[in-house]
């Protein structure tokens, strides 16, 4: 059965929020036969400006559009400020309550708290978003760290790219982990992250502008975690002596050279648990443990519990 799939904006809409997910859905139709019918909102037909001053033709008027299965809000610098009128919110809550699936990409979770502003949601948006949408909202409790939340048939996701993730876990709950993983395929979409895993990074939030000088050799650590790796092994790449190169890591990573490669390693395991296609001592060995026993104690040193229960 299609499932007809309504995606709002309004001028200011962020482009890749609209298009991610629905070239997402879209792809789904070259396997699965008319599974995804995919429509452009807004409040009135025709041309709708992206935050670029690019335009978009809306293929329906919110009013006028009928039922439909998902709703789409897209977000974007424009539906961030966007205050609904009274007869803009009873179009929105009409379609939203005969709706299976309310969804709300990025800086839509604005809109979102509008539509169901009496009723307490959980919701998320971009993190830089996270703190205005709680002071504005004070009905919805913001978690500014999950790619994307499901709150019983409301869904929202952190923005941009995370907009894909989200729609391919749709398509994994409407269609299999088959279908979802071939979608992500043609994509090339490198991997298919959970809801759960977080908007950034932690080592990311240790990097600052000057850590440039340091990037080539942190590529390097990424796509040598398999094996042993020293503080003389990282000197010597960047023709400096261990004393400087552990100063160098102090500095711009807030870290030694050894605290640094050992979380990067804990990350990377936890990274591929989330794709649940490794092996437990396939993993182990990919971030350069010689025998699992040694890589569990890692493990929960790091996050609290084994792998084999993160992985459950």
Known sequence: MTKRIAFFIADGFQTLDLFGPLDTFFETNSLVNQAYQCDIVSFAEGTVENSAGHRVIADFALATLGHVDYMIICGGSGMRTLSLSASQLAAFRTL?????????????????AQIFCDEPRKLTTHWRHCHT??????????????????DKNIWSSAGILSGVDLALEIIKQDHGNTIASAVAKELVVYLQ??????????LLQHQSAQSIRLAPLLDWIVDNLQQKISVNDLAELVSVSPRQITRMFNKHMN?????????????????????GNHSLAAISRR?????????RRAFERQFGLSPSDYSR
């Not at 005969?98 to 979102?112: N, Q, R």
């Not at 949408?133 to 499901?150: G, M, R, T, W, Y």
């Open 287 to 295: 971030v350069g443990f010689s025998n699992y026993e040694s890589f």
């Open 255 to 275: 870290t030694t050279p050894a605290a640094y490669i050992a979380k990067l390693r804990m990350h990377q395991a936890r990274d591929m648990l989330n794709e």
């Open 133 to 150: 949408l709680a002071s504005q909202h004070q009905c919805a409790e913001v978690d500014p760290e999950p790619l994307f939340i499901n």
């Open 96 to 112: 939203c309550i005969d709706a299976e699936k309310v969804i709300s990409i990025c800086t839509g979770a604005f809109i979102l």
């Open 193 to 202: 992250r959970k809801g759960n895993q977080q908007q950034f990074s932690d």
